[in-house]
C-alpha cells in the first residue's frame, strides 16, 4: 500500500514537472516572437544555426537546378520530452541531402531556420502572418498567400494559392503564373519521389528567393 502511495505521488509531481515545463517553455516562446530585435530572439536563432550546422555541416552545393530537383523526401527527427525541436533535411530527387531545417512550434506560432548550401531563411510565423529574413536580413512577409517585400513600399513580389487544396498550389509573379508547388498532402499519392515545384519558366534571382521560400513554408506543414 505505501508502495502503490508513493508510486502515485511521484506519478503526480512528475506530471506537475511537466505541465509546468511545458508551460513556462510555451510563455518563454511567445515573449521570444513578440520582439524579433531582443535579446531571447537573437539567442534563440544562434542556437538553432548552431544546431543546424552541427548536425548537418554538409550540404549538396546549390545551383540553377535545384529548385527543380527539390524532392518532398526528408530525414525527419521529432520532438522529444523536453525538446520542442523538429530537425531534418530534405533530399533531391537522387536522394542527396540538400536543404536542412531546424523549426520550433507552439500552436500556431513557429520559428523555423532553413538552408541550403549558399543561403539561410528566417521564418517566423504568428498565426496567419509569416516573416521571412534572408542571409540575416529582412526579405518579405507572406499574409494570406501575398508575398510582399520588406519595408514600408510593402510591394507585391509573388502570390499563391493554397485555398483550394489541390494537387498543386500556383505561384503568381506578376500576372503570371510562373511555378506550382506540389501540395505535401497529395504529393505522396502520385509519385513516390515528389518534387517539390513545378517550374513553367525561369526566374530571376528575387524571384528564384521567394519561391524557394513559400516551398520551404508549404514543406514544413508536412505531416
Known amino acids: 500500500m505505501r508502495f502503490l502511495f508513493s508510486l502515485l505521488f511521484m506519478v503526480l509531481t512528475a506530471g506537475v514537472f511537466i505541465s509546468g515545463a ?3 517553455v510555451a510563455k518563454t516562446f511567445t515573449r521570444m516572437l513578440s520582439n524579433p530585435d531582443g535579446k ?11 544546431r543546424l550546422n552541427k548536425r548537418y555541416p554538409t550540404l549538396i552545393p546549390w545551383d540553377k537546378e535545384m529548385l527543380g530537383l527539390l524532392s518532398l ?25 540538400i536543404l536542412a531545417f531546424v523549426q520550433m512550434k507552439n500552436g500556431a506560432n513557429s520559428v523555423m531556420l532553413a538552408r541550403t548550401s549558399d543561403r539561410e531563411f528566417v521564418f517566423r510565423q504568428k ?23 520588406a519595408g514600408k513600399g510593402s510591394r507585391l513580389i509573388a502570390q499563391v494559392d493554397t485555398t483550394t487544396g489541390d ?3 500556383p505561384v503568381t509573379f506578376g500576372n503570371q503564373t510562373a511555378a506550382s508547388i506540389n501540395n505535401p498532402e497529395h504529393a505522396a499519392e502520385r509519385s513516390p519521389n515528389p518534387r517539390v515545384l513545378t ?3 525561369e526566374m ?16 514544413s506543414r508536412q505531416g
Not at 498565426?127 to 536580413?137: H, K, P, R, V, Y
Not at 528564384?208 to 513559400?214: F, G, M, P, R, T
Open 22 to 24: 511545458v508551460f513556462l
Open 40 to 50: 531571447a530572439w537573437k539567442k534563440t536563432i544562434e542556437s538553432l544555426r548552431e
Open 73 to 97: 523526401n526528408r530525414e525527419l527527427k521529432k520532438p522529444g520530452w523536453f525538446d520542442n525541436v523538429y530537425e531534418g533535411v530534405y533530399l533531391s530527387i537522387f536522394q542527396e541531402p
Open 127 to 149: 498565426g496567419a502572418e509569416t516573416e521571412i529574413w534572408l542571409n540575416s536580413q529582412p526579405f518579405a512577409v507572406l499574409v494570406n498567400g501575398n508575398l510582399l517585400a
Open 167 to 169: 494537387a498543386h498550389f
Open 199 to 201: 517550374l513553367l519558366r
Open 204 to 219: 530571376n534571382p528575387e524571384e528564384d528567393n521567394a519561391l524557394l521560400a513559400l516551398a520551404i513554408l508549404q514543406m
